[in-house]
């Protein structure tokens, strides 16, 4: 990118003192993207540094957990043996606190650094290139006509999902017109893009536009939101969170399609063990999240600081407009999506949620659930072994985002998560004669085919408000 843009600059035959500012102001571009590419290839190495503790940690507890099993099956059922066995898990104990001790350590030197480039990112953002630049004149000039340039929204008050869902349809159509007639370039394809793909959401069976909002800039993403099932009277409702990279015109028709196999699943369960089987999910895409793992903005919670405030005002109004006074609501936050709801669970969000589980996190703000207004009962974490993610949530203490997610405590040499985790990997339901599932790995599985996945059975066993049927997982297992 750097060559690309000096490639950029005036030659011969543009002179003067325009083609002067020009130059200056192209070559303080280059420099930024050289700086950037630096800044990069540094914060990658960190990561990498990040994931090489945890794995030499996780490792390094399996060594110990293995040493300890082998040696206790080999004493014998005596009293010399059970003096053993106390010399044993004395030992093993000892270990996993040296293990313990050296990954934290290890992680705060990197935190360290981290902190050092985050510093240089938000120095890059305060650069000027040239005098007199504007962004995007004509988008500009276009959204400045004369009209009101308040953002349209959704009212949701009726509780009325047709009424509802046929105005958002009709307020799409006037947006798909109006922005059709905007300049061509990258502002029009996304805006057209966030439509379509709105458009291909709703040809999911079953459903329903229940939140639209027209921006006040047209350069900015159209939020909505889609329910499979009618959550003004269902007696169980979701509401998902999208991490990176989840605009409206890039994952609301997936997220849509989940919705759909999430509730399916949940109406199996609820058909075994005798449950209602009125139930709704949710998608909401209504904030802008970084747009991969890789972002600078992964560092920094000004994105989820931005979309928390919008998330709890769409939970307050679906329980306000609820025609269920019983009805339970369950929060799912994905990825970066997860300190989003981090921040408004703990900012009053949870006075509209009955359960939570965060997955793929890379923290959320908390070290205890109750700082999120939960409990151990009610609030739960999953996170597939190899996930990515993993090494940034563990740097989370550092950054100011709370506990490590994955954070693992030792108590008197019994080990438990410091957040109740369920289980990511293949194996059985507590539910008699239920299929077994199969397991999630990376960091995009947690929410797909959740009628064959493990992490499908437990979020729908959360949002049936059954966390009794939900597989727990120790850190053992994980």
């Known amino acids: 990118m750097k060559t690309n843009v000096e490639a950029a600059a005036p030659d011969s035959r543009w002179q003067g003192s325009a083609a002067d500012a ?58 010399a043996g059970r003096q053993a066995l106390m010399t044993i898990v004395s030992k093993g104990t000892g270990d996993i606190s040296d293990i313990i001790r050296k990954s934290t350590a290890d992680m705060t030197e990197i935190g360290r650094r981290i902190q050092g480039l985050k510093g240089e990112y938000e120095a890059l953002t305060r650069q000027k290139f040239g005098p007199g630049a504007e962004k995007d004149r004509d988008i500009h000039e276009f959204k400045n006509d004369g009209k009101d340039e308040r953002p349209t929204k959704t009212d949701m008050s009726s509780g009325d999902i047709k009424q509802i869902d046929e105005a958002n349809r009709k307020l799409l159509q006037e947006m798909l017109d109006e922005y059709q007639r905007l300049p061509d370039g990258q502002v029009k394809r996304d805006r057209l893009a966030d439509i379509a793909a709105v458009q291909d959401a709703l040809k999911v069976p ?36 999208p991490g990176v990279s989840g605009t409206t015109r890039g994952t609301i028709a997936g997220m849509t399609g989940e919705a759909a ?84 669970l703990k900012e009053g969000a949870s006075a509209y949620v009955d359960n939570a589980v965060l997955y793929g996190t890379p923290g959320f703000e908390a070290t205890t659930p109750a700082q999120l207004g939960m409990n151990d009962n009610n ?20 950054h100011g985002w709370g506990s490590d997610p994955n954070d693992i405590i030792n108590d008197d040499g019994h080990l438990r998560f410091r957040f109740q985790h369920l289980e990511t990997s293949a194996g059985d339901t507590p539910i008699p004669g239920y299929e077994s599932k199969t397991g999630a790995s990376g960091h995009s599985d947690y929410g797909r085919d959740a009628e064959q996945r493990m992490t499908g059975y437990n979020l729908a066993a959360i949002l049936l408000n059954r966390p009794d049927l939900a597989v727990k997982e120790t850190p053992l297992s994980w």
């Open 22 to 79: 020009y130059a200056a102001a192209n070559r303080e571009h280059a420099a930024v993207y050289g700086k950037l590419a630096d800044l990069d290839k540094r914060m990658a190495a960190e990561v990498r540094n990040a994931a090489a503790v945890v794995t030499a940690g996780r490792q390094n507890l399996d060594v110990s957990r293995d040493w300890v099993a082998s040696a206790a099956s080999s004493v014998p059922n005596n009293d």
């Open 206 to 241: 079953g459903s329903h536009l229940v939140y639209l909002e027209k921006p006040a800039d047209p350069s900015q993403m159209i939020p909505a939101a889609t329910s499979v099932g009618d959550p003004f009277t269902a007696d169980h409702v979701s509401v998902t969170v």
């Open 261 to 344: 196999q999430l509730r399916n699943e949940a109406i199996d369960i609820a058909r075994q063990v005798g449950d209602s089987q009125n139930i709704a999910t949710v998608a909401w895409v209504g904030y802008q999240p970084p747009p991969n793992l890789g972002d600078s903005g992964m560092l920094s919670d000004d994105l989820a600081q931005a979309g928390a405030p919008k998330l709890t005002s769409f939970l307050h109004d679906i329980d306000a407009a609820s025609k269920n006074p019983g009805h339970t609501t369950a929060l799912f936050g994905h990825s970066y999506g997860s300190l989003t709801s981090g921040i408004a």
């Open 379 to 398: 609030f739960f974490v999953m996170a597939a072994p190899d996930d990515p993610i993993n090494p940034i949530g563990a740097l989370a203490p550092f």
